[in-house]
Structure formats: C-alpha cells, structure tokens
C-alpha cells in the first residue's frame, strides 16, 4: 500500500517532464520540417528536380533517423539531430558534382539511382570516420585546424547556400554566362520577393529565436504570397505556371538503391572527380559536430562527452547511409530551441523522428502550396547569417593577417574547391601562425650577476668582488617554443647584449620556459656560439630538455665549450667561482708587478703611478709578440712566462739568441731610440706581459718628469748590464 502511494505522488511530475519533452520536440519538429523541405530543394534542384519526391522522402529519413539514434544514445539528453545547412550545402555539392560529370560523359544515362549511391555511400564513410575520430581520440585534432581556414570553409558553405537559393528560386545557376537570364521582371521579382523574406527572418526570428516565430512567419509568408497572387489576379495554376510558386511533386517515394543491376550501372569513372566533395563533407560534418555541441556546452552550461558524440554521430550516419539519407549532426539552433521549451529528456528527440516519419506523407502536397520565395528566402537567410557570422563577425576576432587569409580561403574554395581551399589554407594558416609566433618574445627577462646571484653564502670580500665584476656574468631566461623566427630575433638580441657589455665573460640561458626547440633554430644557436667565441664569452645552458638537448647536440652546437648545468643557481655558483678565482689571480697578479715595480723605481708611489700607464696582455706559447722590421713603438714588462728573441740564421731559419724569463723586460731600448724591431720576440710559453708603448710613455714623461727619469736610469742600467755579459761571453769564446 505504501509503494501505491509513493508512485502515485511522483506520477504527476513524470508526466509534466513528459509533456514538457513532447512540447519541445514539437517546436523543434517545425523547425526540422522546414529546413528539410528547403534542404530538398537545395540537393534536388536543377537536373535533379523530377527526382525531387526521392528528395523530400531521403530529407525526412535523414531527419528521422538522425534525431532518434542521437536522442537516444547522446551524452546531452535534450539534443536535437538532423540535416544542417552547411552539410546540405556540402551534399548538394556533391550531388551536383556527380551529375555534371555524368551528363558531360551521357546526357542520357539515369541519374536517380547513382545520386543515391553516392549520397548513401558518402554518408556511411563520413559515419565510418567519425566513429574511427571518436574511438582514437583523433576529433580533437580538428580543433587545431587554423580558424581562418575553419571560418574561410564554413563562410564558403554560406555563399554555396546563397548560390543554391538563387537556383532554388530562378532554376537558374548565378555565373557570368547565365547573367542575361537573369535580366527579366519576373526573375527580379522573385530574387527581391525572397531577400525581402530573408530580411524579414533577419529582423524578426533571428533576434528573438521564439519557438513559433519560424512557423509563423513562413506561414505568414505563405498566406501573404498568395493574397499578392490573388490581388494581381493569378490564380494558384498560373503562379505555378509563372515559376512563383513549386509544382507539387508526386507522393514521396522511399528507394533504397542498394542492388546489383544499380551497382553495375554506377560511373565509377566519375569517383576520382568526388573524392574532394567526399572530403569536404566529412570535415564538415566532423567540423559542424564539434563546433555545435561546443556551442550547446557554452549555451546551456552543460559539459558534453566529445568522443561519445563523435561515435553516436557516426553510428546515425551509417545507419542513415545503408537508407539512401544524407550527412547530418546534432543542431545548436533546434537543440536549445528545445531546452528553451523546458524539455530535458530523450523523449523530445523521439518526436522529432516520428513527426519527420510523418512528413512522408504530408510534404508534397504542402510544397506544392509553397512560394518558391519562402523557402528561398529561408536558405538566402541561413547562408547570410553563415556568412555575417564569419565574414563580418569573426573579424573583431581576427588579426588583419589571418581575417584576409580567411576571404582568401573563401575566394580559393568558390574557385578551384574545397580541397584546395583546405590545403593552401593550412599552409596559410601555418605560415601565419609563424610569423606571428615569431614576433613572441622568445625572452621573458635578462639579468646579470649584480642584481641576482646563486643561493651560495659567500664572505664579504667575495661580495664585494661579485658586485664590481658580476656584470661579466649575463643571463636570459627564455619561452615559448624556439624556431626560425623567434631563434634568429634571440641571435639579434644577443649580439646588441655583448656590445653593450663587452666585459661579459659568461652567457647562461634558462630554457626551463621553453617548450620545445625546432632543428631550423638550432642554426641562430650556433650564430649565437660563433659570436660568443669571437668575445672569449662562455655559454652555459640551464633547464634544458633532452628533446632540445638532442637537437643542439645534432647541429653541432653542444660541444666542449658548452657547460650544460641542471640548475640556474648551480650555474650562477660556477660562474661567480671562475670570477672570484680570476680577479683573486689578477689581485695576486697585480701585488707582484707592484712589488717588482717597486723594487725597481724603490717608490710605492712610482710603482703604481706606472701600471697605470701598462696594458696587461696575455699571449700563448708560440705566438709572436713583435717581428723584426716593425716599429719600435713599445717595451714588454714580463711579470710570468717566457720569451726568446729570434734572428734568421744564414740558412734563414730563425734561431733563438735570448731567452728572457720573469720579471725581465724586453724591446726598452727600440722604445728611447724609436727604430726598427732588429729581431723577432716570440712567447715560448704562456706568458703574461705589461706593454708600454711610445704613447703612453710620452704621456708619462710629461706628466711626471721624475718617475720617467727613474724609468729611463733603469733601462740604461738593463742595457748595461747585457751589454757586460755580452762582452764576457766575447772573451770567453776569444779564448
């Protein structure tokens, strides 16, 4: 008794979510009826036209199969599936293609059965291949098609919808060769008849989306077609006769095409002329899926299952395929026209499939009372409002670069083709993509050793060094993903970096931002190595992947020189070690030429007072310091190393006559006589020496005449005491 109870209280609200579905799908059922009765007319127009009953009856199982297959296994329970207009544009392209190549090759051959085939046949692949994106995870990587290309192909859909409505209306194809058919009243009239509806659609429904606003205004559209017919004294045989309004089809008529008398008859010649339309029906039925359920998602803060959509899609395709229908996909506009009607369950979608079952019947005998312009109108409105919404609308989203590249895509796919359009628009899109990603900045910021060291607690005179000499160490924190573009701006900065610090001894790039490194760019690294090697400058490399690591160490630029560290602060320690045991070398370096100058002009004073007027150098073993002949215009202070004085013995080979080690000088006496080298000085180890030259000496002598004094005494003293040991050896060798 209890249990009675309970399922009486909670029968009232199933009920009222019943009736609340049924009422939903209702409204959504006007909307499918009238989009399929102009998809009808799009696909069937032209040579198809006698074949339009075949049409309305391949329309309304589309539909039919369409809503109930997705209603009952989508992961929304309120969608609403059908034909949409850009895969109708796409199917009557097909259709389209198919026949101009048949009649071209027989004028005569039939035609019904062989546009069936093909429609089935390429709803059931687009079926297969959505189940195949569906079950791989692969329909996602439509999403990282280019948006200018996605935006150029559905804007090309909505001019193949205008053109379509223009052959709906006038029987007529819109090309330059047909323009004076279209120069008479009638044909004026009718095309202004339907832009009028078109506006109207735009004016009223568009803005308000009210369930019953379509219905009522094509209605609306009926009735006032015909009461112009009956004012300007047409009767409904003569609008017909006229071409306002459609002649009424024979009963629909259901064929599936599947048999072997139809297969053997099929042109297969004419399969590799499809393969491009195959292709862009698939992509835009994949295309329209994605992009509507994402829009339903947004609309009714709903979060969708994208791979089950993709199969149940599928699934309902290859069932409407082995039936002779055509591509369809879940509807935005139906689908939230529906939820708006406050319907939440399947069975809203179930309605719609029996009312479209129900259409069989009745959709002749109502498009016989159909002014073309209505349904023309409607089709003119569907493709307008495609082409305003990525033509017009998607330009406040684009860049000019990517919004020209979109009409160029559209202009390309009108002119040679979907397929076309689709692959020189990748190549667009992807050549866009680089140039804008290379204007990103590949450095998120630089530092340098003074304003950001390693963790490392150092002494206070270690600090002190690190703040005069920490500008040696120079970083740059990079992001983004490094390829041609980016990588070469990289080389750019680099090198303006080591102009402006010519004292940088260290470059330590952080790569820890960085998402990936393309071989092109490893190119501007070894620019960057070359130039670093050119200053003496180290590079070290931080946070680097092995995926980059692998790709750098391909083009060569990892090698000895390159220190590669895990840390920045391990990088930064390094580097501030090398600088603190370099210039605690050159303090030690320093004490000992001042200790010798000291000694040698017996003034602390003097001794500093002539550093001042030296320049350090360092030379390797081997490398010729002056070569005989040169100007005498400098002396060499040799603090550490070796040096030998070299002549050309009489076979011409140089022959070492003095060797000259630490705390010895050498070139004194060409620096006061200011002649010619007479020998040629040559390190024969690594040394390093503290030149003075004839200007700085000059400088010297003016500045502190007593100091130069000094030096002078001194070099006669050298002079003096070679020239004693000179004479000795002479002696010697006399004996």
């Not at 009239?189 to 109207?200: K, P, Q, R, T």
């Not at 060291?453 to 005179?461: A, E, G, T, V």
């Not at 060797?659 to 620096?671: A, C, D, H, N, P």
């Not at 024969?684 to 003075?692: N, T, W």
Request: hydrophobic share 50%.
């Amino acid at each position: 008794m209890h249990g009675v109870v309970h399922r009486s209280i909670n029968l009232g609200p199933r009920l009222g979510r019943a009736f609340s579905d049924v009422l939903g799908g209702g409204a959504a059922s006007v909307l499918s009826i009238t989009f399929g009765l102009s998809y009808a007319l799009l696909i069937f127009a032209g040579p198809l036209s006698p074949y339009l009953a075949y049409g309305v009856a391949a329309t309304f199982i589309s539909s039919a199969v369409l809503a109930l297959v997705i209603a009952l296994g989508s992961s929304l329970p309120f969608a609403i599936a059908g034909p949409e207009s850009s895969t109708a544009a796409m199917t009557a392209i097909l259709a389209s293609a198919l026949v101009e190549r048949v009649a071209a090759a027989d004028p005569a051959a039939p035609m019904l059965a062989p546009v069936l085939i093909t429609l089935g046949l390429a709803t059931i692949v687009t079926g297969i291949v959505l189940c195949g994106f569906g079950a791989t995870r692969m329909g996602r990587a439509i999403r990282y098609v280019p948006y200018p290309v996605v935006g150029g192909f559905l804007g090309a859909t909505g001019c193949l919808l205008v053109l379509g409505a223009i052959r709906v209306i006038t029987s007529l194809e819109l090309r330059f060769t047909t323009l004076a058919h279209f120069a008479n009243v009638i044909t004026i009239a009718e095309l202004s008849a339907a832009c009028a509806m078109a506006l109207i659609l735009y004016l009223t429904w568009h803005r308000s989306r009210s369930p019953f606003g379509l219905p009522v205004i094509l209605i609306g559209g009926v009735l006032v077609g015909h009461l112009a017919f009956w004012i300007i004294g047409l009767t409904p045989a003569e609008a017909q006769a006229a071409g306002w309004t459609f002649q009424p089809p024979p009963p629909t008529r259901f064929m599936l095409p599947w048999s072997t008398q139809n297969f053997a008859n099929y042109p297969w010649y004419a399969v590799p002329d499809l393969l491009g339309n195959l292709v862009a029906v698939v992509f835009v039925t994949a295309t329209s899926t994605l992009f509507n359920t994402t829009g339903i998602e947004v609309a009714a803060h709903r979060e969708a299952n994208l791979e089950r959509e993709l199969n149940i899609t599928g699934l309902a395709n290859i069932l409407t395929g082995a039936l002779a229908g055509y591509a369809g996909c879940i509807s935005t506009t139906r689908s939230l026209l529906n939820l708006n009607s406050g319907a939440t369950g399947r069975l809203s979608g179930i309605t719609v499939a029996l009312v479209s079952l129900l259409m069989l019947a009745v959709a002749p005998e109502l498009l016989g009372y159909m002014p073309k312009f209505v349904l023309g109108g409607l089709l003119i409105y569907l493709g307008a409002d495609q082409l305003h919404k990525w033509i017009v609308e998607s330009r406040r989203r684009l860049s000019k670069t990517e919004y020209v590249s979109l009409l160029a895509i559209i202009l390309i796919i009108l002119q040679w083709g979907f397929v076309a359009g689709v692959l020189i628009g990748v190549v667009i899109g992807c050549a866009t993509f680089a140039f804008s990603a290379a204007r990103i900045e590949s450095i998120k910021y630089g530092f340098d050793g003074t304003e950001y060291r390693s963790s490392l607690d150092r002494s206070r005179d270690d600090l002190e060094l690190l703040a005069d000499h920490g500008s040696e160490i120079q970083g740059l924190n990079l992001q983004s993903y490094l390829f041609f573009g980016s990588a070469n701006r990289l080389y750019q900065h680099v090198k303006a970096l080591l102009a402006r610090h010519p004292e940088c001894r260290y470059l330590v790039f952080d790569f820890k931002l960085v998402t990936g490194i393309d071989s092109s760019a490893a190119y501007s690294f070894a620019q960057i190595k070359r130039s670093a090697d050119e200053r003496g400058v180290k590079l070290l490399l931080v946070h680097l992947a092995p995926g980059a690591e692998k790709t750098l160490r391909s083009s060569g630029f990892i090698s000895g020189e390159v220190r590669i560290e895990p840390e920045l602060d391990h990088a930064l320690e390094w580097c501030e070690n090398e600088i603190i045991a370099e210039h605690r070398g050159l303090e030690q370096e320093e004490a000992s030429l001042r200790d010798w100058f000291a000694g040698m002009l017996g003034s602390e004073r003097e001794a500093g007072a002539l550093m001042r007027y030296c320049e350090r150098v360092e030379v390797d073993a081997g490398e010729t310091i002056v070569r005989v002949g040169d100007a005498a215009d400098s002396m060499h202070f040799i603090l550490d190393g070796r040096v030998g004085v070299m002549v050309a013995a009489d076979d011409g080979r140089p022959t070492r006559v003095r060797s000259l080690g630490r705390y010895t000088t050498v070139g004194e006496m060409g620096l006061v006589s200011q002649t010619r080298r007479s020998a040629t000085i040559q390190a024969e180890v690594a040394s390093v020496l503290y030149v003075l030259n004839t200007h700085q000496f000059e400088a010297l002598r003016d500045a502190d005449p007593a100091l130069s004094h000094k030096l002078l005494t001194y070099f006669v003293s050298i002079m003096a005491e070679r020239l004693s040991f000179a004479n000795r050896t002479i002696a010697v060798l006399r004996r």
